[in-house]
C-alpha cells in the first residue's frame, strides 16, 4: 500500500529541510514509519558546485518525482519529501522564463496527498552557496501560489517558530492518518482539522489566521 506523502513547497531559506526532519523524525517517534526524501535540488547543486542550467531542469524535476515515487513504495506509512517537481518547474520558469516544466509537475504534484507552502514569515538567511535573495523567494511563491489554486490542488500554509511550524504540520499528518497527532488539539476535537481561510491568495489574511494551519482551496 502506497505511503501517505507530505510535501514541502516553497522559495530558498523558507523552512523546508528544518521542518521536513523534524517532521519526519517526530513521526517516527510516535510509531509512524516515515521516511525523508531530501531536495534533490539542493543535492545536486552541491554536487556540481553550481545552479543547474536551462537544458538540466527537466531531469532534476523528473528525478524529484521518481524520488518521491519510489519511497511512497517502499513500505513505510508516511513519506515527507522536502520540496518536489513543482519548485524545479517555478524556478525554472523565474530564472529562464521556461513553463514547459509546468505541466508535468503539476500532474505529479495532484498524486500527492499533502502539499504544505512555507510561509514567508522567516528571514532570509545566505548560505554561501546558490541562495539568491528574499527577492526570489518571494517570487518562486507566487509562481507555486498561481499554479497551485490554478490547477485546484489544494494546499496548507505554516507559519510561525520551528516548533509551531512541526505542530501544524503533525496536525494536518493526523488528519490524513485519521489519528490525533498533536494532544489536545481543538480543531480536531471540533471535528474540521483545519482553519479554512475565506482570502485564501492573501497571506497577510494568512498571518492573522495561522494560529492554526491555513488551507488554501481555490476560488
Known amino acids: 500500500m502506497a505511503?501517505?506523502?507530505?510535501?514541502?513547497l516553497g522559495g530558498e531559506s523558507?523552512?523546508?529541510?528544518?521542518l521536513g526532519l523534524a517532521l519526519a523524525d517526530?513521526?517516527?517517534t510516535l510509531n509512524v514509519p516515515t521516511t525523508f526524501v531530501p531536495e534533490h535540488l539542493r543535492a545536486w547543486c552541491e554536487?556540481?558546485?553550481?545552479a543547474p542550467l536551462a537544458h538540466e531542469q527537466a531531469a532534476i524535476a523528473d528525478e524529484h518525482t521518481r524520488l518521491i515515487d519510489s519511497a511512497a513504495q517502499?513500505?513505510?506509512?508516511?513519506v515527507v519529501a522536502d520540496t518536489t517537481a513543482?519548485?524545479?518547474a517555478a524556478y525554472s520558469e523565474r530564472v529562464f522564463n521556461d513553463l514547459s516544466l509546468l505541466p508535468a509537475s503539476l500532474v505529479a504534484q495532484k498524486r500527492l496527498d499533502l502539499s504544505l507552502l512555507m510561509g514567508l514569515d522567516l528571514p532570509w538567511q545566505a548560505d554561501g552557496l546558490f541562495r539568491e535573495g528574499p527577492g526570489m523567494r518571494a517570487d518562486i511563491d507566487a509562481v507555486l501560489r498561481r499554479e497551485l489554486q490554478s490547477a485546484g490542488i489544494p494546499f496548507q500554509t505554516v507559519y510561525g517558530t520551528a516548533e509551531a511550524r512541526l505542530r501544524h504540520a503533525l496536525r494536518a499528518v493526523?488528519?490524513?492518518?485519521?489519528?490525533?497527532?498533536?494532544?489536545?488539539?481543538?480543531?480536531?476535537?471540533?471535528g474540521t482539522g483545519r482553519w479554512t481561510c475565506e482570502n485564501c491568495s492573501d497571506p497577510?489574511?494568512?498571518?492573522?489566521?495561522?494560529?492554526?494551519?491555513v488551507t488554501n482551496r481555490p476560488g
Open 3 to 8: 505511503a501517505v506523502t507530505v510535501t514541502l
Open 14 to 18: 523558507s523552512g523546508k529541510t528544518t
Open 26 to 28: 517526530h513521526l517516527n
Open 47 to 50: 554536487r556540481e558546485g553550481r
Open 74 to 78: 517502499s513500505g513505510v506509512q508516511v
Open 86 to 88: 513543482l519548485v524545479v
Open 174 to 190: 493526523g488528519v490524513l492518518l485519521k489519528r490525533p497527532l498533536v494532544a489536545h488539539d481543538p480543531l480536531l476535537e471540533a
Open 204 to 213: 497577510e489574511c494568512e498571518r492573522r489566521l495561522f494560529s492554526g494551519l
